[in-house]
């Protein structure tokens, strides 16, 4: 039987699976796909850099092994990376690494730079003294990224930020934008990075702030007539992490100076991290050439954990907290609390709480008590297919109707409250919001969006559905 680029992959797959979690099979090798056998070399295809360096980091060994045992002692592994190009061609980008050689890589790779580590600074407008400064990272310990638990709505952030702690600056992550919902984990996973950093270069300087104290700071800088000082600042900060950058909206100064402090330390080889409510492609009021920034690395989103990582969330707290509770119980918090995190951890708390204050045994019961209390005290959310049956129930149409191509006014407006209300109400992505309410883009949710706030102000009749519908999902 003839030795093949397939036969011999396969081959190292069954090998390797029987020596790794499903999971982390599942998500690292799954993916690969196997391009040539030459002499003893195999050429495998990798879809990013980031899948490179993840393999060359965690599971090179084992790679090692499954080869050698397929094509003998001198086995050789070639990455090919086969990836958009970031400079928006529409042809692929194409890189062959040889395995474990970073040293002799062909084309020139994508990762920034790193800076020389010389103590001279490269700022030529550095404040005397000021380097001798020591700069408290802000971080919580607290967060770290032994209790934030991988599960497959935050794998791609979660994974991402361990490459940039193991190496910051110096990934093609940069920035590494985390995205998504209220108590889905931003900031834990911002302040884990953070930590884990410290932890590692303990030589390098980290800082923690959100997007509003930064604002504050440049408007206080701006009051005393001290702006380069604040900008110098930011300049010797060798990780900065800044959380809600959406708080920046509309700020056009804090946006500007904010602008050339990124440029400063992307160019020297620095590392940025971003948290965010919204993707990229959805903040409004932030400035053309810093969303293209944000966009340069990598946008990672939380999405609300499924009920398996609800339940080693849960499971966690717990036994961090040495307290032990029946799996019913466990299983009961997990099914009903579904949003978020945060409200999953503070019903947990609440029950260890009323247990202990009350001297109550954790029952069944008073579990749901807890919970259903919980639910009724936190804010529904409301989900798009509701919005889009209540709507079109109001107008006294069926969804089909309201999702049609018809161009009929009352239709046509009857669509657009819908996408308003949807983003209003919804943590959906426009183009989640337009996919969902009739196939739609983006841009018409947009649209439809400015059309509703127009309408509002210039006619009392629409002014009229837009309070009725409010009142339906508040």
Same mark, same amino acid.
């Given at each position: ?18 020596n ?7 998500t /690292? ?7 040539k ?9 990798v879809p ?5 360096? /993840?393999?060359?980091e ?9 080869l050698?045992r397929e ?8 990455y ?13 980008f ?10 002799s890589v062909?084309?020139?790779?994508l ?12 700022n ?8 001798n ?16 638990l ?21 990934t ?12 889905l ?10 930590v ?6 303990p ?7 959100s997007a ?7 408007i206080?800088?701006v ?5 380069n ?6 300049q010797?900060?060798?990780i900065?992490?800044i ?42 009021d932030?400035?053309?050439r ?5 966009? /340069? ?7 609300s954990?499924?009920?398996?990582t609800?339940?080693s ?18 299983d009961?918090?997990?099914?009903n ?15 260890i709480a009323q247990s ?8 069944l019961e008073?579990a ?5 209390k919980?639910v009724?005290?936190?804010?529904r ?23 049609s191509?018809?161009r ?18 919804t ?15 983006h ?5 439809a ?17 837009i ?8």
């Amino acid at each position: 039987m003839s030795v093949t680029a397939n036969s011999v992959w396969n081959n190292c797959l069954a090998f390797i699976q029987d020596n790794i979690q499903p999971q982390a099979f599942k998500t /690292w090798f799954e993916p690969i796909k196997p391009i040539k056998l030459t002499d003893k070399a195999l050429s495998i295809q990798v879809p990013s850099k980031f899948f490179y360096e /993840w393999l060359e980091e965690h599971y090179v060994k084992l790679l090692k092994v499954a080869l050698t045992r397929e094509l003998g002692a001198n086995a050789k592994l070639i990455y090919i990376i086969k990836m958009e190009n970031k400079y928006g061609n529409k042809e692929p980008f194409t890189e062959q690494i040889p395995s474990s050689n970073r040293t002799s890589v062909g084309p020139q790779e994508l990762d920034v730079p790193i800076t020389s580590k010389s103590p001279e600074l490269k700022n030529p407008f550095v404040i005397p003294g000021i380097r001798n400064i020591k700069i408290e990272s802000q971080l919580n310990p607290n967060y770290n990224f032994d209790n934030f638990l991988e599960g497959d709505s935050n794998r791609l952030a979660r994974s991402a930020g361990m490459a940039v702690a193991n190496k910051p600056g110096g990934t093609s992550f940069n920035p590494l934008l985390v995205f998504g919902g209220v108590g889905l984990g931003k900031t834990h996973l911002a302040h884990a990075i953070g930590v884990e950093i410290k932890d590692k270069y303990p030589e390098k300087t980290v800082l923690y702030i959100s997007a509003e104290k930064f604002t504050q700071q440049y408007i206080e800088s701006v009051k005393k007539n001290t702006r380069n000082d604040f900008i110098h600042f930011y300049q010797l900060i060798d990780i900065l992490i800044i959380d809600d950058v959406q708080f920046l909206s509309g700020k056009s100064g804090t946006q500007d100076v904010f602008f050339h402090i990124f440029n400063h330390l992307h160019q020297n080889g620095k590392q940025v991290i971003l948290t965010s409510d919204k993707a990229p492609v959805d903040m409004q009021d932030i400035e053309q050439r810093l969303l293209s920034r944000f966009k /340069w690395g990598l946008s990672a989103e939380l999405q609300s954990p499924d009920y398996e990582t609800r339940v080693s969330i849960l499971k966690n707290k717990l036994y961090r907290d040495g307290v032990e509770m029946p799996d019913d119980i466990i299983d009961h918090v997990a099914r009903n609390i579904k949003t978020n995190i945060r409200e999953l951890e503070g019903a947990i708390i609440s029950l260890i709480a009323q247990s202990s204050f009350n001297k109550r045994e954790v029952t069944l019961e008073l579990a749901q008590q807890v919970v259903e209390k919980f639910v009724k005290n936190t804010k529904r959310e409301v989900s798009i297919d509701y919005i889009q049956k209540v709507v079109s129930d109001y107008f006294e149409m069926d969804v089909a109707t309201l999702q049609s191509k018809t161009r009929k006014r009352h239709i046509v407006q009857a669509r657009q409250l819908a996408m308003f209300f949807a983003k209003k109400f919804t943590k959906a992505s426009l183009a989640s919001i337009g996919s969902q309410i009739g196939k739609r883009d983006h841009a018409t949710v947009l649209h439809a969006c400015k059309t509703v706030d127009n309408l509002a102000e210039t006619d009392k009749q629409f002014r009229k559905y837009i309070d009725d519908l409010s009142k339906k999902f508040s």
